[in-house]
């Protein structure tokens, strides 16, 4: 009895170490996050933000068409194709919309999240949103945290116990529950002196905690920096090169002015199309350059107090 108590207070608590709970936690932070990279003006309220963002980040493409008097978007699938392999068509199945196959250029538009769009000339079928690349840094996140809580819990143990006895191992279960909860635990049962021995834990890596922590730092670091969004790291620029800086800067502008371009070309059909005046930008709060800006500022106006 005491035992199933213990093992119900440990799945009350919230299962860092496992995989499919930290996956999940992981993808909604990141894709929460993503969002907000972009900032739109004019949008009828019939078409808001997040369900623009929502279509083109998880699903590489945005339709939008026009029902009873509404300019909306919805989940589609889109088929048939031109001289250059590109979609002609979409269709969708919401059940609070008219049914209706899309013509693009007739009585939809469609607006992409990057330059790939969807396929290479048809003969491969791509992922040209954002969710396949917020799966893989979920997967590593949720991997390198769940090393993180196994390891604060070994750590509360020196050896593995063995147990000779089905009575002997429901103690040690009891023991092992308790402490990790952080609780202190004895064993009382007299027979354990002559009857219960430990093997020894040989850790097989060298990892420290701070490794791990430090892993994860990098893997996020890395997430952000492949889509162009500023992420404050310990290592401190002057400990670049010049060479690596500019690199850097470099590679972190392609993607979001990448699908900032996409954005404003599938607004500029939208906006022929409907009669619309909608624009788009890089939110100042995403934007590196503004960073980049403040701290150029920063640097210009300081005043050196240190004594001769």
């Known amino acids: 009895m005491r035992l199933r108590r213990k093992k119900q207070d440990l799945d009350k608590l ?4 496992d995989i499919v709970t930290g996956f999940d936690y992981w993808y909604f932070k990141l894709l929460n996050y993503i969002l907000g990279i972009y900032q739109y003006e004019g949008l009828p309220d019939s078409l808001p933000q997040r369900e623009l963002e929502l279509n083109l980040m998880l699903t590489g493409h945005a339709a939008i068409f026009e029902s009873k008097g509404r300019i909306l978007t919805t989940i589609t699938e889109l088929y048939g194709f031109d001289e250059y392999y590109r979609p002609t068509n979409a269709t969708f199945g919401n059940a609070l919309i008219p049914f209706k196959n899309l013509t693009f250029g007739k009585d ?3 607006i992409y999240n ?9 003969c491969q079928k791509v992922d040209s949103g954002l969710s396949t690349y917020i799966r893989r840094y979920a997967r590593m996140l949720a991997d390198v945290e769940s090393s993180i809580e196994a390891y604060m819990v070994n750590a509360r143990f020196v050896s593995y116990p063995t147990a000779q006895t089905q009575q002997m191992a429901r103690q040690v279960e009891d023991f092992n529950a308790r402490v990790e909860l952080g609780e202190a635990a004895v064993l009382t049962d007299p027979s354990f002196l002559e009857t219960f021995r430990n093997v020894d834990i040989h850790p ?12 994860r730092d990098k893997i996020l670091a890395t997430f952000f920096r492949e889509i162009g969004v500023k992420f404050q790291q310990e290592q401190k620029k002057a400990q670049l090169t010049e060479d690596e800086v500019t690199a850097d800067e470099q590679l972190l502008l392609i993607n979001l002015d990448d699908m900032l371009q996409e954005r404003q070309e599938g607004l500029e059909r939208v906006n022929n199309h409907f009669g619309l005046n909608i624009s788009v930008k890089i939110n100042p709060a995403y934007d590196r350059r503004t960073y980049q800006t403040k701290e150029e500022s920063t640097n210009d106006n300081t005043e050196d107090y240190s004594e001769d």
Do not use: C, F, H, K
Request: proline share 0%.
């Open 14 to 17: 919230y299962n860092v170490r």
């Open 114 to 122: 990057n330059r790939i769009q969807g396929s290479i000339l048809r």
């Open 108 to 110: 939809a538009e469609i």
């Open 204 to 215: 097989r890596t060298n990892d420290s905690l701070n490794d791990y922590l430090i892993a």
